[in-house]
């Protein structure tokens, strides 16, 4: 008994070592299926017939977006949800345009590290660690910076004209939390009593919050 474990751990541990692995492709291509129906940790392949180069196609980062809004600032992704091709691979970018004062506000991304790149302009930057210690930058054009995986960063444009990044990241859909967004404009709301402890202010003040952070009426 004692000597078929001894045969059986070293293969064990072999075993083990690749479960717990990220599993390497089995296929050259898994062209996401976005109409498919359930997800699970990503998107089912489309049937091979039906996958072409438009799947790993998309120009909607030759030109700035638009910026006149309440940040300055507008988020324009290259994700699976926009190339479908992208799907199993780990990776996606976004191009960041940002009107002079333009601010992306403090966000994190649960499911990626950023790299951000500069194409124009300068900006502020900044992540916030679980120590609760600021680590920022003035970053200039050709310049590059990181923000580690899941944690608060920002980018703020201080100059008098616009800028502009492309972001690099390690997941073919990184997702977005906004700090101030998720707490408030969620649905269902954050209780307000929630709020209010944890800003230690009152419920006038966190109504105001909501009414300046609502997205606009449909008409």
Do not use: W
Not at 115 to 138: R, Y
Not at 161 to 170: G, K, W
């Amino acid at each position: 008994m004692a000597s078929s474990f001894t045969f059986l751990a070293p293969l064990l541990a072999i075993v083990a070592t690749h479960v717990i692995a990220d599993p390497d492709m089995l296929q050259d291509i898994c062209v996401a299926d976005l109409t498919a129906v359930p997800k699970v940790n990503g998107f089912p392949c489309k049937a091979a017939s039906a996958v072409n180069a438009t799947d790993f196609f998309f120009d909607g980062l030759a030109k700035p977006g638009a910026t006149n809004n309440t940040l300055g600032s507008v988020v324009t992704g290259a994700n699976v949800e926009k190339i479908p091709g992208l799907n199993t691979l780990g990776v996606s970018i976004s191009r960041i345009d940002y009107a002079p004062g333009g601010l992306n506000p403090p966000h994190t991304h649960p499911r990626a590290t950023e790299m951000v790149f500069v194409l124009e302009g300068q900006l502020d930057v900044g992540f916030l660690t679980t120590a609760n210690v600021l680590i920022s930058k003035t970053i200039n054009k050709g310049e590059t910076f990181v923000f580690p995986r899941g944690l608060v960063h920002f980018q703020k444009n201080n100059g008098k004209v616009p800028a502009a990044v492309i972001a690099a990241f390690n997941s073919q859909l990184p997702g977005t939390q906004s700090i101030a967004a998720t707490l408030f404009t969620s649905n269902p709301p954050v209780p307000d009593n929630v709020l209010t402890k944890a800003f230690q202010v009152g419920t006038k003040e966190i109504n105001k919050i909501r009414a300046k952070l609502a997205p606009p009426k449909k008409s």
